[in-house]
């Protein structure tokens, strides 16, 4: 099934506004991190580590989702495919291992937004190396799936490379 | 306008593979990354005692340590 030209532009804005925005707030979140293990002021230290949870659950997490459909859209209305080339399925693992993460990483988020609610807490038990190494692995994931979607480097799947040998070669998708 | 097909027919060498299928080396570049990071992953839950779940990088990786790091 292949989308209409305009359908197919309008898809891949959506895509693109998701992801990039997905990226961007990822870019956020390290931000944010480092200021949580740098700061020397304990309500700032504070505020980082209880502004994640919801700032991820109201902006991360439907970025992510919408980012994965939109890229399912793109993917199945295009002649693109989903596994017929291999910068398509990389960036669908990369999507899939990275929204998965996120919802299971939802439990840290809370307990160190209850960690940094807790007065009696010190502040040195309330700034956490987690978000920094996992911001900055979703932010490698997210550069190296926007590397994909411009280079779209050469490569087709077994799958890709078989339906092209029986593809017709006067006619296209 | 730059049809679809033309941008596939580009990315893939501006015609058909001819020979039989064959995996890129940037394919085989990141799914090393991948198994290294997997086996990372693996390592620490093993040193972790299965665990990878909240206030795994406070407590027992002594925070104070990294934040005299990152200063």
Redesign the interface.
């Known amino acids: 099934m292949t989308m209409a030209p305009r359908l197919r532009k309008l898809a891949l804005t959506a895509h693109i506004i998701s992801s990039v925005g997905w990226l961007g707030v990822v870019a956020g979140f390290l931000g944010l991190a480092v200021v949580g293990i740098i700061s020397e002021d304990a309500q700032t230290v504070r505020g980082v580590y209880l502004v994640m949870e919801p700032t991820a659950w109201y902006v991360l997490v439907p970025l992510a989702v919408a980012s994965l459909l939109t890229g399912l859209v793109q993917s199945l209305g295009t002649p693109w495919g989903l596994f017929r080339h291999y910068w398509v399925v990389t960036k669908l693992l990369i999507n899939v291992a990275s929204t998965i993460i996120l919802l299971t990483y939802m439990q840290t988020f809370s307990f160190m937004a209850g960690v940094a609610a807790d007065p009696s807490a010190d502040v040195d038990l309330v700034r956490n190396m987690s978000p920094v190494i996992h911001a900055t692995l979703a932010m490698l994931g997210s550069l190296v799936a926007t590397t994909l979607s411009v280079f779209k480097p050469r490569g087709l799947t077994r799958y890709g490379w078989r339906q092209q040998q029986e593809r017709p070669t006067v006619s296209r998708p | 306008m730059v049809e679809?097909?033309d941008?596939?027919d580009k990315?893939?060498?501006n015609g058909?593979?001819q020979s039989?299928?064959r995996?890129?080396i940037?394919?085989k570049v990141?799914g090393m990354i991948a198994v290294v990071?997997l086996l990372l992953f693996v390592v620490l839950m093993l040193v972790g005692g299965g665990e990878h779940?909240?206030?795994?990088?406070?407590?027992s990786?002594g925070?104070?340590e990294?934040?005299a790091f990152?200063?």
Do not use: Q
């Open positions: 679809m097909n941008v596939i990315a893939e060498g058909r593979y039989p299928h995996t890129p940037w394919v990141l990071l779940g909240p206030g795994r990088h406070t407590a990786t925070i104070t990294n934040v990152l200063r």
